[in-house]
């Protein structure tokens, strides 16, 4: 069975690492929340898990090799030393629960970084720009 993920930052719709852009193409499966904090990294952003807290994303169905692909981007290490950890959680998804692969920033990495109250990297970031956002259709 290919691995679900959920995508909160650059790899969202529209973000700069838009994850259609991996190949074979991932397969939408609907929008999404995790319990935890976002951080803004600067460039991209950064979810702590769990808490009170929200974070907004997206859900794709990917093949291994997208999955790869994407341990790469975010710098994951076996032994847990990367920029971030890659995780498994049970997100809900218009009704049902899937098991989904979530990179978690390394706490390392967070020190002295502002929260996003809103826990929408895109918003966040069309906000910073000045920019109106409206979310992408389904």
Known sequence: MMPHVFVYGTLRRGGR???ARYRPAPVWVGRARIAGTLH???AYP???LGGAGWVTGEVYVVEPAVEAAL???EEVADDDSGEYIKRRVRVEVGGQWLDCLVYEIHPSCIAGRA???SGDWIAHAAARKGASFS???D
């Open 115 to 117: 929260v996003i109250a």
């Open 71 to 73: 341990d790469v981007l």
């Open 17 to 19: 690492n838009d994850i």
């Open 46 to 48: 950064g979810a702590v």
């Open 40 to 42: 803004d990294l600067g």
């Open 135 to 137: 979310p992408p259709k």
